[in-house]
């Protein structure tokens, strides 16, 4: 699931207000304009790496960071200090309190974040954030979520048939990647059939690049009143899903209304771009492929390193609400972190060769889902999406390969969940 607050359905303040100076100054000699600013561009070198400015930062595991907004703040890519960051409750994860280090993409010239919405806990802390989170965690416990690999498995297979059925070439994003995490959603939630289409198209806007502010606040505005829709429906008859279960708690209905969008949103988008993406590093390592292929048990531990190599959800802001020492440097009250968790991922004191994907390592401790009170929710679902579906897309397509050269799959270069726009692949008929 997404830790990205603007996928969450929080759309940043586009209104003109005054910032709090008094901390917006380095700690050192160095000014605020000579500081580096948050290295993005992937678009040379390997699709799947860190960009090379960003690993060159990567030498201190916490550096000094210049913010859109010329707020003074910090860098953090080694895997002890964003371990440390993310556990640590002296660090905020409130909207309100983060100053942004990237333009956002549809949003440029955006600087300042909205306080979270009613019912979007990811921007919250504790203790708003521990009654939503208590209330939730038992939804999502390890049993239940592979009580749904049944349907995650079925789910694949008719995207599988119909992959076949329209083959011998498609775009996986289309066909496999995205549909995949759309219906599981679904399905956990209680969202009736005929209204999935009209949903994930809603938040398919939220997701795109080249959706403009307006777009993307009508289709928050939208997935809103689907939500309150159904909300209403549950309420007056109840089914078999979480959605369900959640009307019987103490939520109020706003509240309710914005939990339920908070997790329709966040169960798609980075599912969706690790199934496309992950094929995508598969299809590009043939060693890895051929391993996972002929040991469809790998695929668990396949799942891990994938999300430990590719990391497509980053970074995570938080802000220090007290001065809190890390790594030997002093992070003062009000200054931002962010943390790089595709460097921390990467981090080769953590990892060893962390820039090779390797099947067969233990990626136990990455920072995919984050860390601490706020590691995502629906991590184990996530997991369990993807170990069913990448052995099922190998086996049923064993001579799968690109339909393009490797550098002309279009990257999602602009947004802080990474992945593909697009993956066109074709297999040999029988």
Not at 58 to 67: A, G, H, N, Q
Not at 144 to 149: I, T
Not at 235 to 264: C, H, K, Q
Not at 379 to 401: D, I, K, S, Y
Request: hydrophobic content about 40%; some cysteine.
């Amino acid at each position: 699931m997404s830790h990205d607050p603007t996928a969450a359905g929080s759309l940043p303040d586009t209104t003109d207000h005054p910032t709090d100076d008094t901390t917006d100054h380095p700690t050192d000699d160095t000014t605020a304009e000579e500081l580096p600013t948050l290295p993005t561009d992937r678009r040379t070198g390997c699709p799947f790496d860190p960009p090379a400015e960003l690993t060159a930062l990567s030498d201190e595991p916490l550096r000094r960071l210049r913010y859109v907004d010329g707020h003074s703040g910090w860098l953090a890519t080694g895997h002890a200090a964003a371990r440390a960051i993310l556990s640590d409750p002296r660090f905020s994860a409130r909207y309100e309190h983060l100053h942004l280090p990237m333009p956002l993409s549809g949003m440029e010239g955006v600087t300042e974040m909205q306080p979270a919405p009613v019912g979007d806990f990811l921007g919250l802390d504790a203790p708003e954030h521990t009654r939503f989170r208590r209330l939730l965690t038992g939804k999502f416990t390890v049993r239940r979520m592979r009580q749904l690999s049944e349907r995650v498995a079925q789910f694949t297979d008719e995207c599988l048939d119909a992959m076949e059925q329209a083959g011998p070439s498609v775009d996986l994003v289309e066909a496999f990647a995205r549909p995949i995490p759309a219906l599981v959603i679904c399905e956990l939630l209680g969202v009736p059939y005929a209204d999935r289409d009209r949903f994930q198209q809603h938040v398919a806007t939220l997701f795109d690049q080249a959706a403009d502010v307006a777009a993307k606040g009508e289709a928050f505005a939208a997935v809103g009143r689907f939500m309150g829709e159904l909300v209403a429906a549950k309420r007056a008859a109840p089914t078999d899903d979480l959605l369900s279960d959640l009307t019987s708690s103490d939520l109020t209905e706003e509240e309710l209304i914005g939990v339920g969008g908070v997790l329709l949103a966040a169960g798609l988008d980075t599912t969706a771009n690790m199934l496309g993406l992950g094929t995508f590093a598969l299809l590009s390592n043939p060693d890895q492929l051929t391993a996972l292929s002929a040991d469809p048990g790998l695929a668990e531990q396949t799942v891990e390193e994938l999300l430990r190599y590719l990391s497509v959800a980053d970074p995570i802001l938080r802000s220090a609400l007290e001065d809190v020492e890390v790594e030997g440097r002093l992070v003062e009250a009000g200054e931002t972190v962010t943390v790089s968790v595709q460097a921390a991922n990467r981090d080769p004191r953590r990892f060893p060769g962390p820039d090779r994907l390797d099947i067969h390592r233990k990626a136990t401790g990455h920072l995919a889902f984050g860390h601490g009170a706020h590691q995502c929710l629906g991590q184990q679902l996530a997991r369990v999406e993807m170990a069913v579906a990448f052995p099922a897309l190998l086996a049923r397509f064993p001579t799968l390969r690109l339909a393009v050269p490797p550098h002309e799959v279009p990257l999602r270069d602009r947004a802080n969940i990474y992945g593909v726009v697009s993956l066109p692949v074709t297999w040999d008929k029988e």
